[in-house]
Nanobody, 118 residues
Framework: LRCSCSSGGGLVQAGGSLRLSCAASERTFSTGYMGWFRQAPGKEREFVAAITWSGLSTYYADSVKGRFTISRDNAKNTVYLQMNSLKPEDTAHYSC???????????WGKGTLVTVSS
């Protein structure tokens, strides 16, 4: 998976927004579920969000529910993570993933660092 970070880069102030995007090969993208995981320094990796192939169903960690939105564009083989109302505790390395079941963990992108300053 190839993962890129859009919307000005990986540094944002608390309360701000950032959108991550991740482009995958058609084969990987058609696996089914797409998702995002994150890992903060010194902490375990955690699930953030996932979306079905159709895009009709989405799943979120409680810590991001209501603030983050996952979406996908199947024509572009791209998955997005819109992050609003960011908090310093959202600071982490974010990786996009693909898989045949929840949580999607069969394929992993390189990821990108998101830093939220207080």
């Amino acid at each position: 998976l190839r993962c890129s970070c859009s919307s000005g880069g990986g540094l944002v102030q608390a309360g701000g927004s950032l959108r991550l995007s991740c482009a995958a090969s058609e084969r990987t993208f058609s696996t089914g579920y797409m998702g995002w995981f994150r890992q903060a320094p010194g902490k375990e990796r955690e699930f953030v969000a996932a979306i079905t192939w159709s895009g009709l169903s989405t799943y979120y960690a409680d810590s991001v529910k209501g603030r983050f939105t996952i979406s996908r564009d199947n024509a572009k083989n791209t998955v997005y993570l819109q992050m609003n109302s960011l908090k310093p505790e959202d600071t982490a390395h974010y990786s996009c993933t693909a898989g045949r079941r929840l949580p999607p963990m069969d394929y992993w992108g390189k990821g990108t660092l998101v830093t939220v300053s207080s």
